[in-house]
């Protein structure tokens, strides 16, 4: 399957200045696809060097106890009977099984540089965590991290983009040049791409599930990889966790996040899984959760908005789950209410709005949205080129009550509602609609400063 990620691995082999490569991410989101079955392949075919620290013991333990990299390129270059030179790509996965190969990077990148590594892994900032603060260790044994000695990447779970591209090439291609070209689909076009919107909401970004989509149209198949690997998540907490509590409380905590959204405020609210417990007490989980790339954090703005965006203060802000799929297999909804006729009365609008969630944090946006007075709201605010974007999902038409508060104290260059009506500019009241198909779209724009109407 085609990964919208490749082209940032191209572009870092290309580079001159280019240093040891991190690629971060929650486990299962298609990391060791990526790097091996597509950019190895297709880039360093015959000439790259795959370790698995969770099945290569002897390296694993050899690395272990070194951090030079040249004992290190020694011992590999001699257990795989191949030479190691500027041509090989040396690809060290699930390095959460021994994370001082990441601090060895740092002798990579200033003794061996020219030499490509990529190290990847799932738990990786997890581990490094509890390295970095082991207690009764003396300064000598604690982990280093490679600061300014490597080049990171994450990998997110597929975006909607990525889901067409894979599913359907030809309406990908008739939904892109349409966006490009800002005009709306014909009413055909824009049924089927809506079609397959529902469909990307039920099934999600996990490489598995897509696949098996794909493979054979088996929504059910889909939903059953997605049990397997939620339970994967939560067993990952009892792993990695440093306490019985902590584990608990971060089970807990991923467990119930459609129902921390599904309330009025959608606000965090610990009282919802504890009772009377507080914020405070699942700061850990939080930080846990975000780190594991499995929840993403939104922060609360009020009122006036000053740039660069930071929260109000850290008792308010909604947490999503990292991939659509997952979130619709914790709703408990039906899985025919997203294909059936049905479901724009049975779906609510906080589907969509972790949707647009996942895609802006997959473009490595930052996560903000807008309370003012009598409930007014919208659901994110994006900074972009040092403008301001306020943007209002919403499941059907809606009313644009919250965006003429918003404008009482805020100039912003242009409001996007997000819903399944077709695009539309108004320029009168510097509204831009976009349908759902389009968003991923606008959320790369939007990253890179480009966004136009």
């Given at each position: 399957m085609e990964r919208n990620a490749l082209q940032t691995l191209i572009e870092w082999k290309n580079n001159k200045r280019r240093k040891p490569l991190i690629v971060w991410g929650a486990r299962q989101v298609g990391k060791t696809y990526l790097v091996k079955d597509l950019f190895a392949e297709s880039y360093y075919k015959g000439s790259y060097i795959y370790v698995d620290c969770k099945k290569e013991d002897e390296i694993r333990a050899f690395c272990a106890d070194t951090a030079n990299a040249e004992k290190i390129i020694e011992y590999i270059s001699l257990f795989f009977g191949k030479q190691i030179?500027?041509?090989?790509?040396?690809i060290f996965d699930e390095v959460q099984e021994?994370?001082?190969?990441?601090?060895?990077?740092?002798?990579?990148?200033?003794?061996?540089?020219?030499?490509?590594?990529?190290?990847t892994g799932s738990m990786v900032r997890i581990k490094i965590q509890r390295e970095t603060h082991k207690r009764g260790a003396g300064d000598n044994e604690k982990f280093l991290f490679p600061v300014g000695k490597i080049n990171q990447m994450t990998v997110y779970p597929m975006t909607?983009?990525?889901f067409l591209m894979n599913s359907n090439r030809m309406l990908y291609n008739k939904v892109k040049v349409a966006y490009e070209k800002k005009k709306p689909l014909e009413n055909g076009f824009h049924e089927m791409a809506m079609e397959q919107i529902y469909r990307y909401l039920l099934v999600g970004g996990m490489p598995e599930a897509v696949e098996a989509y794909i493979d054979g149209d088996n929504l059910l198949e889909s939903r059953e990889i997605l049990k397997v690997l939620y339970d994967n998540y939560l067993s990952d907490m009892e792993l990695y966790q440093a306490s019985q509590e902590a584990m608990l409380r971060s089970r807990a905590l991923y467990q119930n996040i459609y129902k921390e959204l599904n309330k009025e405020s959608k606000n965090f609210s610990p009282g919802l899984i504890e009772e009377k417990s507080r914020t405070r007490d699942y700061a850990t989980s939080i930080q846990w959760l975000t780190m594991a790339h499995v929840i993403n954090q939104s922060y609360q703005l009020k009122e006036h908005i000053t740039m660069p965006l930071m929260q109000d203060n850290d008792s308010n802000f909604r947490l999503f789950l990292g991939d659509i799929g997952m979130f619709s297999y914790q709703s408990g909804i039906n899985a025919a209410s997203f294909v059936s006729s049905e479901r724009e009365n049975t779906l609510s609008g906080i589907f969509f709005e972790n949707f647009v969630a996942n895609e802006l944090i997959a473009k490595e946006h930052k996560l903000f949205y807008w309370r003012g007075k009598s409930s007014a709201e919208l659901e994110f605010i994006i900074e972009s080129d040092n403008k301001l974007y306020p943007i209002d999902v919403k499941k059907g038409r809606g009313t644009l009550n919250s965006l003429q508060k918003f404008s009482n104290h805020n100039k912003f260059e242009y409001a996007i509602k997000v819903s399944k009506n077709n695009y539309g500019y108004d320029a009168e009241q510097k509204l831009l609609t976009l349908p759902f198909y389009f968003f991923p779209f606008a959320a790369k724009d939007l990253a890179e400063g480009k966004m136009t109407v």
């Open positions: 030179d500027e041509n090989t790509l040396l021994c994370p001082n190969i990441v601090s060895a990077l740092k002798y990579f990148c200033q003794d061996f540089r020219q030499i490509p590594v990529i190290a909607f983009d990525e």
